[in-house]
């Protein structure tokens, strides 16, 4: 089956640092890649997404590339902010079961301090 | 601007005690989902719907159980809560898709359960 693998966390960055959370995934076919992100009490949210390899998806200062050849979708911030301290999801959705079902990683936790 | 949304967002229960969750979309979407959610174990698919009127189980669906009579409405049913069952639960929705296509799942804001 589909299977989604992020690093474990929590991360703790300094303000203004560069940040990368690695996600790798294991599927059939040609999934789409999502990150989501969860700010505490609150639900998950799209932060950025790719349908096909080697498509960039970007929102908020975060990247994340689709690259199928190393089957990964590593997310960057190129400088974080404490506003941006959460849990992030890496997940993908795929034909599983001859149904598009969604597939999550653990996620991480980042904490940024000042 | 509703989206998903999901009633109640707290409840506290007795072992034995049954409730159910009410999700709602107002998005038209086919596919709906109820997840739980615990620490250090990420989002785990309790049961999933691709239509009106059909259910599938997901990867621990044991305990759990769903309607959806109406395309907007997808209920989660306990009929006799556990502790092993606090958890945060997230309803949320999809259009379907098949392939390539990249369709957006979105989320409710989560129900807080406790089974005491």
């Known amino acids: 089956g589909n299977s989604v693998t992020q690093m474990e966390g929590p991360v703790t960055l300094s303000e203004e640092a560069f940040l990368t959370i690695n996600c790798t995934y294991t599927a059939t076919g040609y999934p789409s890649l999502f990150w989501y992100v969860q700010y505490p009490g609150e639900g998950l949210q799209l932060l950025l997404k790719a349908t096909k390899a080697d498509d960039k998806g970007s929102n908020k200062g975060f990247e994340a590339t689709y690259r199928k050849e190393t089957t990964s979708f590593h997310l960057e911030k190129g400088s974080v902010q404490v506003s941006d301290s959460a849990v992030y999801f890496c997940a993908l959705r795929g034909l599983s079961g001859g149904y598009q079902k969604v597939t999550f990683g653990t996620g991480t936790k980042l904490q940024v301090i000042p | 601007n509703a989206g998903v949304t999901q009633t109640p967002k707290f409840r506290v229960l007795k072992t034995g005690q049954s409730m159910t969750l009410l999700c709602a979309q107002d998005?038209?979407?086919?596919?709906m989902y109820w997840y739980r959610q615990d620490p250090g174990m990420g989002l785990r698919l309790i049961h999933y719907?691709?239509?009106?009127?059909?259910?599938a189980k997901g990867e621990v669906p044991d305990g759990y159980n769903v309607s959806r009579l109406k395309k907007q409405n997808f209920l989660l049913g306990l009929e006799s809560a556990a502790p092993s069952q606090t958890s945060v639960y997230f309803c949320?929705?999809?259009?379907?898709?098949?392939?390539?296509?990249?369709?957006?799942?979105?989320f409710g804001e989560g129900s807080w359960l406790t089974v005491v």
């Open positions: 998005m038209n979407h086919e596919y």
């Open positions: 719907s691709v239509g009106e009127g059909t259910t």
């Open positions: 949320a929705s999809s259009l379907s898709g098949t392939g390539r296509t990249g369709n957006t799942i979105y």
